[in-house]
């Protein structure tokens, strides 16, 4: 076959629902989709860790410090899995890296946000984790095997968090009213960024990542399904939605809302959030102080020049 | 087992020195969470933090128990002067070099600890000490290897690991500071072996590693300071103004 023919029969392979091993061919604008679709997932484990890294010193029972310990202790292993996906795809780790401190490459809106108190532990592991796995969720179903391996993984420990965030915020709506009106107040930050998360609606008929399977569920799809199972639990916990709009469509079948800030995720995702300086510069630092350990160990890094 | 009080009150002592040990040692090395020199290390140490956390709240329990007082009390309700910790812990987490020359000072003291306490005639203790072996077993070789190629790598990594020893050195035997009520302790099986003698099996045992390595070991000979369990650094300070923060916020509150 020529290159055309491989090209097309590799596509017509995965839009029927073929699945694609690491060492199979693959086009070059399918294995660059992947891997930018498959890096922006790592950075976003790996800078998603910081936020709540805050709070590990802060946890205020030996339950929750265990507990918190652990999630955060998962996103780092799922950042090195989702690295190592990509890896496979071609680029080594260091430049992945580097690209990302110097702003190269994206990670997700909620991980450029700063947290202000026990509650916004509670809400990011239950609803920020929650608002993932649906993505997630979806992305078991990828035409990359390797990378719907992963994810099968990741949906189970994710899993796991989304219960240590409900009980987290369960503990606090049944405790003081400081203790609720601190959940409230989270809720009431993470609310917007919560709705952009996965990202605006696109049109599925032009969306590459789609139609190639990489991702099987388009954005508008995933919020909808967000909200179609976290809204009625949000409310249940006697929580109010910082939403007035805030409905569900029995005619349309859909969750009607306020338009979500897209100029805001668009300045947010490209590293003007309140957060995004401040966390990639204390990895910047982070990594810098143990460049040394790396040399000693590994030897020194080979990166192309920023 | 039927203790008297005073017996009790060493005991509570004693295990108030183990879970503090454990507690601070691991909330100075889960501040790596996240941060640590490579994504592989990073899941490693948080799971040894993890462990000693685990650890402390075990001993934290059988403190409870014996004085009717509640462990997330004792972890996290008490000023910083009514901690118990070795002075070994009082320094913060500092640089990678640091954690592990501490982490191996400290796995070995640790390891002579357990090994003698799975000994205890106090059985509740004697059980923990012996299934806490097993993990430690596991962070005392995680840790030799890290020490081993830190010094063989040479150059900046051996610098660094050198200078850590020697700023922990006058430290490092404080983990064996006597204890108010250790001959009733020793008398009774509940201690098997009095501390100082640990604290010769534990030089037995650091000392040659160091040596081979040519690392600076701890000095044999230098008396223990006697506030090797009460002196309390800024460092701590900070870390315990941490670690309470949330708990304080909100009295009498459930977290």
Known sequence: MNDQALTDAFYAHVMGGGKVEADDWMPDDYRAALLKFVEMHANSELMGVLPEREWILRAPTLRRKLALTSKVQDEVGHAQLLYRVAEDLGKPREQMLADLLAGKTKFHNVFHYPTRSWGDVGIIAWLVDAAAIVSQQALRDSSYAPYARTMKKICWEESVHIMHGRDVVLTLMNGTDAQRAMVQEALDRWWGPLMQMHGPKTDPATDRDLIWKIKSKHNEQLRQEFLSIYVPRILELGLTIPDPALRYDQAEGRWQYTEP???????????????????????????????????????????AAA | MDLSTPVRDALAELLLTLADDEFVLGYWDSEWTGIAPMLEEDVAMSSVSQDEIGHARAWYELVASLTDDDADRLAYGRAPEEYRHAALMNHARTDWAFTVARRFLYEHADA?????????????????????????????????????????????????????????????????????????????????????????????????????LGLPAPDGAAALPPDGRTRRTDEFAWLHGELTMVARSEEAATW
């Open chain 2, 112 to 212: 002579a600890r357990l090994e003698s306490l799975a000994r205890s005639s106090y059985s509740p203790l004697a059980e923990l000490a012996v299934k806490m072996r097993r993990e430690e077993t596991y962070h005392l070789m995680h840790f030799e290897i890290w020490l081993r190629r830190l010094a063989e790598a040479g150059g900046e990594a051996r610098e660094r690991l050198a200078a850590a020893l020697e700023r922990l050195g006058p430290d490092a035997a404080t983990v064996f500071s006597p204890l108010a009520g250790e001959a009733a302790l020793v008398e009774a099986g509940i201690l098997p072996d009095p501390l100082d003698a640990l604290r010769s099996r534990w030089l037995e045992r650091v000392g040659p590693v160091c040596e081979a």
């Open chain 1, 261 to 303: 800030d897209w100029d805001e995720l668009r300045s947010v995702v490209t590293g003007h959030g309140p957060m995004s300086q401040q966390r990639l510069e204390f990895r910047r630092t982070s990594r810098d102080d143990t460049q040394w350990v790396r040399d000693a160990i590994i030897g020194p890094a080979t990166v």
